[in-house]
């Protein structure tokens, strides 16, 4: 099979940043163990799905794929329900879940919070996850080669829970997820395919602090979720 030429570049990309942080790290050789070995003869294979997720937290392990690994306090992997019917995905940590480990817990998150106890559900009920899961500098968007190393793992949590749903909260999320570069604007409201799991899109909590007077057209999108997600029961 070949690949197509934006795949491979963007394959070339996510190598040279990759060796290049080993560099910047110390690196001056590969270890060419059997493990290794295998490890590497295993490359452009499809992941095994995770069993759960644990197992996807295990790989993730202490992870130095990128760059933003160099001024992180924690990895903020995500929490909630593993068998949640629906999923929050948002963007990256910011400062607060930086320092406690956990998505969504300053200003934007207590905001997803109200969200959620108005959609009749708690926290503990569903899952919420972001994108990246290192914290970007000054809370920056995050880079292309950021969300490309990211992304398995994001996918991977996603194929553990099997949820029936997800929001997407925000561009960046949205955009990652569904592989499109529309704007926010168009995407939300509108329910679209991701793996035969029905995905929302809609504006980041921390957008709705800048303008809340977009939160009306997000508890429309959550009213329509609700109604989706009260037909199917």
Not at 42 to 70: F, I, Y
Not at 126 to 147: F, L, M, S, T
Not at 155 to 180: F, T
Request: hydrophobic share 35%; proline share 8%.
């Amino acid at each position: 099979m070949t690949l197509p030429s934006t795949t491979i570049d963007m394959l070339l990309d996510q190598i040279s940043t990759t060796l290049k942080h080993l560099s910047q790290n110390g690196c001056r050789g590969f270890d060419c163990q059997p493990e290794t070995l295998a490890r590497i003869s295993a490359w452009g294979s499809p992941p095994a799905p995770a069993k759960n997720l644990a197992a996807v937290r295990q790989e993730l392990g202490d992870c130095r794929r990128c760059g933003l690994s160099q001024q992180r306090t924690h990895i903020v992997f995500g929490t909630g329900n593993p068998n949640a019917r629906l999923i929050f995905v948002g963007e990256g940590p910011g400062h607060e879940e930086d320092q406690s480990g956990e998505p969504f817990v300053g200003p934007a998150g207590q905001l997803l919070t109200k969200i959620i106890k108005a959609m009749h559900l708690t926290r503990a009920e569903v899952y919420i996850a972001n994108i990246i899961k290192c914290r970007p500098p000054a809370n920056r968007n995050p880079d292309e080669d950021e969300i490309v190393t990211c992304m398995p793992f994001v996918k991977r949590q996603i194929d553990a829970i099997k949820p029936d749903y997800i929001v997407a909260l925000g561009k960046v999320a949205a955009q990652s997820l569904l592989g499109n570069r529309e704007p926010i604007s168009r995407l939300r409201g509108k329910f679209y395919d991701f793996s035969g799991i029905k995905l929302m899109p809609t504006y980041h909590p921390a957008y709705l602090l800048r303008n809340p007077a977009k939160k009306r057209e997000v508890w429309n999108d959550m009213q329509r979720l609700m109604k989706e997600m009260a037909h199917e029961d």
